[in-house]
């Protein structure tokens, strides 16, 4: 490991492991649950980092960190469209981490995580920088930039990504678990570049609300195949099921998850989407009316 002991000791008592509480009836609890546990970051005096998943439906969020304190928080701002959160804590000021755009950094530099693995504890590993490509995951997101790295994650969710001078380039968001690909993190400009705009409205309030309907899917060969449904989205409504092969939305071919999500954004909240499938060795339409993910787990 090249981060310096130094380094660490600068670094870690920025870092928090935050236990989430979420109500039962919450949107979000048949599939992430009503406890959660992560990790987050210290950006300012009083503010915390972390993926969107882990605060999404809060009621109560508890905070520790590095010498046992505890205090709790509130989530002050979240972006579906990046996986970001925001949250404030309350309490005892501890020290802050300064961060970096993901400009600049390239494949094969070396970074490190740093993350909770519950309560006071934390556990470091580093590795090196894979791709800073664009990345789409199994739900209906999509980031034009994504940094995955050769790291195994080696705490909860929702952890700082550094490069070796203790910078905050990401916050961890997925499990990849692939060869060569075992960590996404979330570059911090998603922050950054609208810190204000987040921490005023709560959300990207000058961006237009983008269309949701609420799929799981998976790229199956050159097909993409639904693989679930969330409970309680148009897809649910319209009749939607797992096993769905999708042809096309709105007309246009779909071959890469990309198309699907792609197709379904052109359209607004409200508007109806056409969604071609092969079911049962037949090709149906399925009139889907959208909503927007913000207003689904509001």
Same mark, same amino acid.
């Given at each position: 490991?090249?981060? #310096?002991?130094?380094?660490?000791?600068?670094?870690?008592?920025?870092? &928090?492991?935050?236990?989430?509480? !979420?109500?039962?009836?919450?949107?979000? $609890?048949?599939?992430?649950?009503?406890?959660?546990?992560?990790?987050?970051?210290?950006?300012?005096?009083?503010?915390?980092?972390?993926?969107?998943?882990? #605060?999404?439906?809060?009621?109560?969020?508890?905070?520790?960190?590095?010498?046992?304190?505890?205090?709790? $928080?509130?989530?002050?701002?979240?972006?579906?469209?990046?996986? %970001?959160?925001?949250?404030?804590?309350?309490? +005892?000021?501890? +020290?802050?981490?300064?961060?970096? #755009?993901?400009?600049? %950094?390239? +494949?094969?530099?070396?970074?490190? !995580?740093?993350?909770?693995?519950?309560?006071?504890?934390?556990?470091?590993?580093?590795?090196? !920088?894979?791709?800073?490509?664009?990345? @789409?995951?199994?739900?209906?997101?999509?980031?034009?930039?994504?940094?995955?790295?050769?790291?195994?994650?080696?705490?909860?969710?929702?952890?700082?990504?550094?490069?070796?001078?203790?910078?905050?380039?990401?916050? &961890? #968001?997925? @499990?990849?678990?692939?060869?060569?690909?075992?960590?996404?993190?979330?570059?911090?400009?998603?922050?950054?570049?609208?810190?204000?705009?987040?921490?005023?409205?709560?959300?990207?309030?000058?961006? +237009?609300?983008?269309?949701?309907?609420?799929?799981?899917?998976?790229?199956?060969?050159?097909?993409?195949?639904?693989?679930?449904?969330?409970?309680?989205?148009?897809?649910?409504?319209?009749?939607? /099921?797992?096993?769905? %092969?999708?042809?096309?939305?709105?007309?246009?071919?779909?071959?890469?998850?990309?198309? %699907?999500?792609?197709? !379904?954004? /052109?359209?607004?909240?409200?508007?109806?989407?056409?969604?071609?499938?092969?079911?049962?060795?037949?090709?149906?339409?399925?009139?889907?009316?959208?909503?927007?993910?913000?207003?689904?787990?509001?």
């Amino acid at each position: 490991m090249n981060a #310096s002991v130094d380094l660490l000791h600068s670094i870690l008592p920025s870092t &928090v492991g935050l236990k989430v509480t !979420i109500p039962d009836d919450h949107p979000s $609890a048949q599939i992430l649950g009503t406890e959660r546990m992560g990790s987050g970051t210290i950006i300012d005096d009083e503010l915390v980092l972390t993926a969107n998943y882990v #605060s999404v439906g809060a009621t109560k969020v508890e905070v520790a960190f590095l010498d046992g304190v505890t205090g709790t $928080a509130e989530v002050v701002a979240q972006d579906f469209y990046s996986g %970001l959160s925001v949250m404030r804590i309350s309490g +005892p000021r501890y +020290p802050r981490v300064e961060m970096r #755009s993901s400009e600049g %950094l390239a +494949p094969g530099q070396e970074v490190f !995580i740093a993350a909770s693995a519950g309560e006071s504890q934390r556990r470091v590993n580093t590795g090196a !920088i894979t791709t800073l490509a664009a990345f @789409d995951a199994f739900w209906e997101f999509r980031l034009e930039r994504a940094i995955t790295t050769t790291i195994m994650n080696p705490g909860l969710g929702g952890g700082g990504l550094f490069t070796l001078d203790g910078k905050l380039c990401g916050v &961890v #968001s997925l @499990d990849l678990n692939e060869i060569g690909h075992f960590t996404l993190a979330i570059p911090t400009e998603n922050f950054s570049d609208h810190r204000e705009e987040l921490l005023r409205h709560g959300r990207r309030s000058t961006r +237009p609300p983008r269309a949701f309907i609420g799929v799981y899917c998976y790229k199956v060969d050159t097909h993409v195949v639904i693989a679930g449904i969330l409970p309680g989205t148009p897809a649910e409504r319209a009749g939607l /099921k797992p096993g769905d %092969l999708v042809l096309a939305v709105d007309g246009s071919k779909v071959r890469e998850r990309s198309d %699907l999500y792609e197709g !379904i954004w /052109k359209r607004s909240p409200g508007d109806e989407v056409t969604i071609q499938i092969y079911r049962d060795k037949v090709v149906q339409e399925i009139r889907v009316s959208a909503t927007d993910a913000e207003s689904h787990f509001d």
